[in-house]
């Protein structure tokens, strides 16, 4: 059993930057691959980034975001940066035991959200 909690969503203006934050406790921390994703209104949930040993991020955000990861702490981080209206949407925090992997069905734990909206 492993509970995520996601913090750090607000209102940034294009061309901002915000930094995310999710809280993992539960379970050992250091082996579990860790992963956002995020879904807007009416869209579906699509991968944004994540990590182990090695990381991995969505064509979209590679260059502008970057994922993290503090085991002492148990918590991971995704640095945001040039943001664009198009990431305007819930960010959620996941994890799962293996590899890295960008399909959502693949993780077992999920945080509750937190909301990023991007004003142009």
């Known amino acids: 059993q492993v509970q995520l909690v996601e913090s750090g969503g607000g209102l940034v203006q294009a061309g901002g930057s915000l930094r995310l934050s999710c809280a993992a406790s539960?379970?050992?921390?250091?082996?579990?691959?860790m992963a956002w994703f995020r879904q807007a209104p009416g869209k579906e949930r699509e991968f944004v980034a994540a990590?182990?040993?090695?990381?991995l991020y969505a064509d979209s955000v590679k260059g502008r975001f970057t994922i993290s990861r503090d085991n002492t702490r148990k918590t991971i981080y995704l640095q945001m940066n040039s943001l664009k209206p198009e990431d305007a949407a819930v960010y959620y925090c996941?994890?799962?035991?293996?590899?890295?992997?960008?399909?959502?069905?693949?993780?077992?734990?999920w945080g509750q959200g937190t909301k990023v909206n991007v004003s142009s």
């Open positions: 996941a994890a799962k035991i293996g590899l890295t992997d960008r399909r959502g069905a693949e993780y077992n734990y």
């Open positions: 990590i182990q040993w090695t990381t």
């Open positions: 539960g379970r050992t921390f250091s082996n579990y691959v």
